[in-house]
């Protein structure tokens, strides 16, 4: 038995949709970061709820990533695969994932019946030069399986995976009994505890690595969590008082979570008939006077759209988080992309006003909804946070968030919030279209808003210089915040061969290719957008210190065709941008191929 | 922002001079004249505070009904009156809410939000100004347009039957549904009176003259082809028209009479159906948050402690 000695390494549990991946993969992450684990964790989950088994399309797994130190993305290549059968290895074999001296565990359960298949896909690992450890499940455990209905075998994976990741046998059995304890009946706890303990049983056996992992000390407080669940935090944190939604992926598990979680801070939760109904009530609220959230994903942006530009001329607070997937249209609901930046941008008709902000990680999940409360209120433009797929499902080990606790004043919001955003807290009074913003309620402030164009008094008005002055006044509002912004984050030395962009959920690509970049001699620097619109004034003078300024998007781009945020930034810099990186292949980004790019482009 | 600003009532006694903002920007004789004259005579009556009141509308003729009262209110989007007003019930219940929808914000692009409306029976009072043609857009078929009566998208006269306003709403299970008429003041009031006390959505139809582009759809001159609904527990016949007009008495309990006279050619006038007992979700939502086991706001991370 060898012990191999890895800082970072990450693997894959793939199996049917409906047989226990997602839960394996929850409980193998409790006991890593038990043990001090850093981890990054992406699931990979079907569309559909129960795919024919044994098919491509059920494909459901989870890949960790696995450091004693902040891991900030999901990483390179996968060193181990545990496949339950040889249909989802080929399925993911296509991603082109791995290491070369990855190893792969192949449960050969199914050879028996499907002979032809497992022999090609034993063929296409031998012809990519992966090795493959074939295994079977031992004879007493495939009768609990059997007896379980078919259930059972994520556990006895999960077994294999604490043999090889060096866990102990009853730490990890102890958080079995933590995940599972009150729904099981005691006899099929008691089953499933075998699988678990034969599995471990048949690594020892029979698998001849083992990897080590080191169990650290913690030295601050530190959460697990992932986006949504960080983003539903948070919105109760900035003392936001209604949520406003439609059923939609990737974005219902804010409201499961808010659902559960909301009445005991005080929040509502209302599941509309629609997406724009959802709008539309979190815009009555806001106008009363209750902050309000409504949380959406591509499809549903596209249907918010008309409101969007309502609360922009009625000048009503509106927050609407969007998580993005894989468009147009219904796309890939369960994969990642960044391709709605232009829909938020520009997806209302006219010249409607607006701040973006973008989350990088689930400690910006938490944050946004506070910086997002109070640049709404402040100027009574709609406020977008964009996240998406990877970010919403991706957990994380992250110290403690501070906790702001935000009552009815936003300018209480403290400095930190705006510096994690690359912002400096707005100090200029800002003008409205109309003077006078009274909620309802309020003795003497009756007054009407419309969408219609009116003058500073609240009367409807279709004179020219007025629609003029309404735009100015709107537009004046987000220069605020232009003004505002900082340099926004970058990675690297300030001037370089090129300078690598993105935004939100790139970011921990980003920066651990440019490390890569360093420890190779690639000189090549990083930028990073937290808040994506408006843009901060200073960027044509940064990025003239670069030959070359491209960007790295999980959207669609090409050399005739500017990917999003090529196109923005080209717009607003007249500088020659292309996208290195446009891919919208549902996959996140990996700073490996980002570096092996840049060296493509100095070449 | 403050969640929870609260208002007095009114020093002085409301007077519809008070109420009243700019002259409305509608064609003369235009039915929406006396709606709103209805709805301020009601409000005055009933001293109902302006900064406590919220009239909320759609867009259209009626859609411009709340610019024309001296309270608060949204001029909104097309057909979206509904979820707006849900907003403002569940931020602020205790306020007076108003919704002014006309025939295609009620029954074509927001037909959506009134089957949800009226399934969530939050509490308002919802008008709906049927003047039976889209008017602000220069006359097109509207979903309530009578069959062959041309308009400009389907000059060889209206391709289809009108949708029924009363049992639509009826089969969606509205708990409350009345009727009644621009030109018949009295009965315009009495019927918002009785909506506004009703424990839920009020549904209020209204049929609204256009005397620009259908002048001749309703015979406003003559009451012999309406009748009104009579009951102890209903909204008294309009008093102008007693003798004139047929009353018949109908119990607003009795839904299976409610939908006969609801889908008879002739026009009903007064309350169909009532029913104070039916489930409100804006009630259902409040208690939630008012029954739920406080928690600790400063301790909303530490169920993710490691």
């Known amino acids: ?603 | 922002m403050t969640t929870e600003t609260v208002s007095q009532p009114a020093p002085v006694p409301i007077t519809i001079k008070e109420l009243n903002t700019d002259n409305p920007r509608w064609c003369a004789g235009c039915g929406d004249f006396g709606i709103i004259m209805g709805l301020k005579r009601f409000i005055v009556e009933r001293q109902l505070a302006p900064a406590q009141t919220v009239n909320v509308s759609g867009i259209g003729c009626s859609g411009r009904a709340p610019n024309y009262f001296n309270t608060y209110g949204v001029h909104s989007i097309h057909g979206r009156p509904i979820p707006i007003a849900l907003g403002v019930a569940l931020a602020r219940p205790d306020l007076n809410l108003f919704v002014h929808a006309g025939d295609g914000d009620t029954l074509s692009i927001g037909g959506n939000h009134l089957i949800h409306g009226i399934n969530k029976n939050f509490k308002c009072v919802f008008l709906m100004y049927d003047n039976e043609v889209y008017a602000l857009t220069k006359n097109q078929t509207s979903p309530t347009t009578r069959r062959d009566h041309p308009t400009n998208t389907q000059p060889q006269g209206t391709f289809l039957n009108p949708i029924n306003p009363i049992t639509v709403v009826l089969g969606l299970g509205a708990s409350f549904v009345a009727s009644t008429a621009d030109w018949i003041p009295d009965h315009l009031t009495n019927t918002i009176k009785a909506a506004f006390d009703h424990p839920g959505f009020a549904f209020v139809h209204i049929s609204q003259r256009c005397p620009h582009f259908d002048p001749n759809n309703f015979d406003h001159k003559n009451s012999n082809w309406f009748s009104f609904l009579k009951n102890a527990n209903g909204i008294e016949p309009d008093r102008r028209l007693v003798g004139k007009a047929e009353v018949i008495e109908h119990d607003p309990s009795d839904l299976a009479q409610a939908f006969q006279l609801g889908a008879d050619d002739r026009r009903y006038f007064g309350l169909f159906y009532q029913n104070k007992n039916k489930p409100r979700y804006d009630d259902i939502l409040h208690n939630l948050v008012t029954k739920a086991v406080k928690k600790d706001p400063s301790k909303i991370l530490d169920s993710f402690l490691i």
């Not at chain 1, 607003?572 to 292949?585: K, W």
């Open chain 1, 1 to 603: 038995m060898s012990l191999e000695k890895r800082p970072v390494t990450r693997f894959e549990l793939l199996m049917d949709a409906g047989t226990g991946a997602q839960k394996a993969g929850d409980i193998l992450l409790g006991a890593f970061v038990g043990m001090g684990q850093y981890v990054y964790v992406e699931p990979m989950i079907p569309a559909e709820i129960s795919p024919p088994a044994r098919s491509r399309p059920a494909l459901s797994g989870v890949i960790i990533r696995l450091a004693d130190f902040d891991v900030t993305n999901i990483g390179n290549d996968t060193d181990l695969i545990l496949a339950a059968h040889e249909i989802v290895l080929d399925r993911r074999l296509d991603d082109n994932e791995f290491n070369t001296n990855a190893q792969i565990l192949l449960d050969m359960g199914d050879q028996e019946a499907n002979p032809e298949s497992y022999e090609m896909v034993l063929k296409r690992c031998t012809k990519l030069g992966i090795s493959v450890i074939p295994f079977d499940v031992d004879p007493e455990s495939r009768v609990i399986v059997k007896e379980l209905g078919g259930k059972g075998q994520n556990l006895y994976y999960l077994g294999m995976l604490a043999y090889i990741y060096n866990m102990d046998e009853e730490i990890v059995q102890k958080e079995i009994t933590k995940t599972f304890g009150k729904k099981l009946k005691e006899d099929i706890m008691a089953k499933n505890l075998t699988l678990y303990h034969n599995g471990y049983r048949l690594a020892k056996e029979k698998v001849f690595f083992r990897v080590e992992v080191q169990s650290h000390k913690r030295p601050v407080e530190q959460i697990l969590i992932d986006g949504n669940t960080s983003m539903s935090m948070g919105l109760i944190d900035a003392g936001i008082k209604l949520f406003s939604g439609y059923p939609i992926t990737p974005a219902s598990s804010i409201m499961h979570t808010l659902a559960k979680n909301f009445p005991a801070y005080g929040g509502v939760v209302h599941q509309a008939e629609d997406e724009i109904a959802a709008i539309g009530t979190a815009v009555g609220s806001y106008y009363a006077g209750m902050p309000a959230v409504t949380v959406t994903s591509g499809p549903g942006l596209s249907l918010k759209q008309e409101f969007i530009g309502f609360a922009t001329v009625a000048e009503i607070p509106l927050i609407l988080i969007d998580v993005q997937r894989s468009g147009p249209s219904t796309g890939m609901p369960t994969k990642t992309e960044q391709s709605d930046l232009m829909a938020a941008l520009c997806g209302s008709h006219g010249d409607y006003t607006k701040v973006i902000i973008s989350v990088s990680n689930v400690i910006d999940c938490f944050y946004a909804p506070h910086l997002a409360r109070y640049l709404t209120e402040k100027l009574r433009v709609p406020v977008f946070i964009l996240s998406d797929f990877q970010t919403a499902n991706s957990y994380k080990v992250v110290t403690k968030f501070q906790l702001v606790q935000m009552k009815d004043n936003v300018d209480t919001i403290p400095d930190f919030v705006f510096e994690r955003f690359h912002m400096k807290r707005l100090t200029a009074t800002v003008e409205m279209v109309r003077t006078q913003q009274t909620l309802p309620g309020t003795e003497g402030g009756m007054r009407r808003i419309t969408g219609l164009n009116t003058d500073e008094n609240g009367k409807v008005n279709y004179f020219a210089d007025n629609h003029q002055r309404s735009h100015a006044v709107r537009n004046e509002k987000i220069h605020h915040v232009r003004r505002a912004l900082g340099a926004p984050e970058m990675f690297g030395a300030d001037t370089n061969e090129v300078l690598i962009v993105g935004w939100g959920s790139t970011r921990g690509a980003i920066e651990e290719a440019i490390y890569l970049c360093k420890k190779n001699g690639v000189p090549a620097s990083g930028m990073h957008f937290r808040i994506v619109y408006p843009l901060p004034l200073m960027l044509k003078e940064i990025f003239a210190k670069y030959k070359k300024v491209m960007t790295v998007e999980v959207a669609y781009g090409d050399m005739l065709k500017p990917s999003p945020l090529a196109l923005l930034l080209r717009a607003e810099t007249l500088v020659d941008i292309h996208p290195l990186i446009a891919e919208a292949t549902g996959r996140p980004v990996r700073p490996r191929i980002i570096m092996k790019k840049i060296q493509e482009v100095l070449k």
